[in-house]
């Protein structure tokens, strides 16, 4: 009996499955039967490919007959495209604007379905290609986006404004003023006429810029180095305290060091530790404080900052009046004054130390150059960024009390500013080759406080603090300028604490010097006493 029931049940699964399989069979193509296709809902431009969307139903064979059209293969040539037998058809190109026409032909059994539709495809009006960073007194080159028919040649009159007009397939430009400015251009392809304009922003100069502080203001200023067109002296809206000695520029961010109302032997208000280093955006935003004194008995003036410099790690170092040097991450914010990274002592000085001044500081290659100012301080000695001694510079150098420098590894020269007059020198400006030898005199004619003029006397005897930055502009060809302040005694003098100030500062401001050595330095303008001085290297 089981035996049975197996065999009936197996007869039974058999019997379902055969009638599944003949329903399967006999269904068909169901429902309504139908001829349809689509074009892009998007304008088509020539030349332009036209994709077709196959929106028939129920159909068992398809006939595709294209009109003016041409298919790409795969080899990216074009060939005729006249018919195709795809349920969807390979792309349509079409190289001329016009109307064109599509047909599909369907069959289901031997029914036959007809549908036409008409596609336009459009001429691309001209459009003009903008060059990228648009200056004044800069060549640019303008083109455009033109249809352009087989065989026929395509006429262009440019209008630039201001009389600049060319018929250049492609015209090089050179606008003489700054700001907004339309261009128009006016086409004829051969069939037709057409115009179009565009606003191009036309920039200032690109040019470095050079960062100055100001005795007398109290601001932080800035100056292009422009070549081709007149430049002005521009407050960046940052407002400084008492002599603000150090600029530096690095990447986007101005680094300011302030020492505060003491910088000499000071007693009283004047000893109370008061600098500041602070960051900014390069237009004065942005404002940052990067470190300051926190009161105790054990800090005071001859703490407060110096000179400052940025290194390719993105640490600030900076010189302090009697402590020697130095550092925080640059980025910190409300930073305490940091312990001493480093400073001279009398092994590597050759003497006593005691009135050695740290005063400006710079990365050099790989290394950390400080120079010593002071009643006996002198010299440029360099260190590794872990602080070890590395070296310093030939005898003849260290005899000068070095305020600021600035080197030049272009030509390789190294330009020094001497604060106290010594070694059969005076006090000026100066000029040695890399490793110190060669000194010659850049600018030396200056005096202190002589008479009703002279180079400002602010300080005190072998501590004057003169030139506090120097920086140098130089290309790839070694060609370029040293930049540096000048105060002038009838402008700022005195060794108190503020100094005092004069009516203006007509007779101060920055000079230049030729690093090729072919004229004496001169004034590229007047009406600052400058400190601190810092060039970006980048032209914007």
């Known amino acids: 009996m089981r035996i049975f029931r197996i065999l009936y049940l197996l007869m039974a699964i058999c019997y379902l499955a055969g009638c599944a399989k003949n329903e399967i069979i006999g269904i068909g193509q169901q429902g309504e039967y139908l001829s349809n296709f689509d074009f892009p809902t998007t304008k088509v431009f020539a030349p332009g ?57 369907t069959w289901q059994g031997n029914n036959k379905l007809e549908t036409v539709k008409k596609i336009v495809i459009e001429k691309q009006q001209p459009s003009i290609i903008v060059p990228e960073n648009i200056g004044v007194f800069t060549e640019v080159e303008f083109s455009a986006q033109v249809f352009k028919y087989p065989n026929l040649a395509v006429t262009y009159s440019w209008d630039f404004g201001n009389g600049e007009t060319s018929s250049l397939e492609k015209p090089k430009v050179i606008f003489t003023t700054e700001g907004p400015q339309i261009v128009k251009l006016t086409i004829n392809d051969g069939q037709e006429t057409l115009s179009t304009e565009v606003t191009v922003l036309v920039q200032g100069e690109l040019a470095k810029t050079i960062y100055f502080t100001d005795a007398y203001t109290r601001r932080i200023y800035k100056y292009k180095l422009t070549t081709q067109s007149q430049s002005e002296v521009e407050w960046i809206g940052v407002s400084t305290g008492y002599n603000a000695f150090g600029l530096t520029v690095k990447g986007n961010k101005l680094y300011m060091s302030e020492a505060g109302l003491g910088t000499r032997f000071s007693s009283g208000v004047a000893a109370v530790a008061d600098g500041v280093i602070k960051s900014y955006n390069l237009d004065g935003t942005g404002e940052n404080i990067i470190t300051k004194p926190v009161p105790s008995a054990t800090v005071d003036y001859r703490d407060d900052p110096w000179m400052n410099t940025v290194d390719k790690y993105g640490n600030i170092w900076w010189t302090c009046r009697n402590w020697g040097v130095r550092v925080l991450n640059a980025s910190s914010s409300e930073a305490a004054y940091p312990g001493i990274k480093f400073n001279i002592n009398a092994t590597i000085a050759g003497e006593g130390i005691s009135t050695y001044f740290a005063s400006d500081i710079k990365e050099v290659g790989n290394e950390i150059w400080v120079s010593y100012a002071g009643t006996t301080g002198k010299g440029i000695y360099k260190y590794g960024y872990d602080g070890n001694y590395i070296g310093k510079f030939t005898t003849d150098i260290q005899a000068h009390a070095i305020r600021t420098f600035a080197v030049d590894q272009i030509n390789g020269h190294i330009y020094f500013a001497t604060n106290r007059a010594d070694a059969g020198r005076s006090i000026g400006v100066y000029r040695a080759n890399i490793d110190g030898s060669n000194i010659v005199a850049v600018d030396n004619n200056w005096t202190m406080n002589i008479g009703s003029g002279g180079f400002s006397d602010q300080g005190a005897a072998g501590e004057y603090v003169y030139i506090t930055n120097m920086d140098i502009d130089v290309d790839e060809n070694g060609n370029g300028y040293l930049y540096y302040g ?35 330095s001169k004034f590229i303008f007047k009406g600052y006493a400058p400190y601190g001085l810092a060039i970006d290297q980048v032209k914007r």
Do not use: C
């Open 486 to 520: 000048y105060r002038h005694h009838t402008d700022i003098n005195g060794s108190g604490n503020p100094p005092t100030l004069g009516p203006s500062a007509a007779n101060s401001g920055i000079k230049a010097y030729n690093l090729n050595g072919s004229e004496a």
């Open 49 to 105: 490919k036209v994709g077709i969307t196959n929106r028939s139903k129920n159909a068992d064979k398809f006939q595709w007959e294209f009109n003016g059209a041409k298919r790409i293969t795969s080899q990216g040539d074009t060939v005729e495209y006249l018919q195709s037998d795809k349920m969807v058809p390979d792309s349509a190109f079409y190289e001329l604007p016009g109307e064109y026409e599509v047909k599909l032909i």
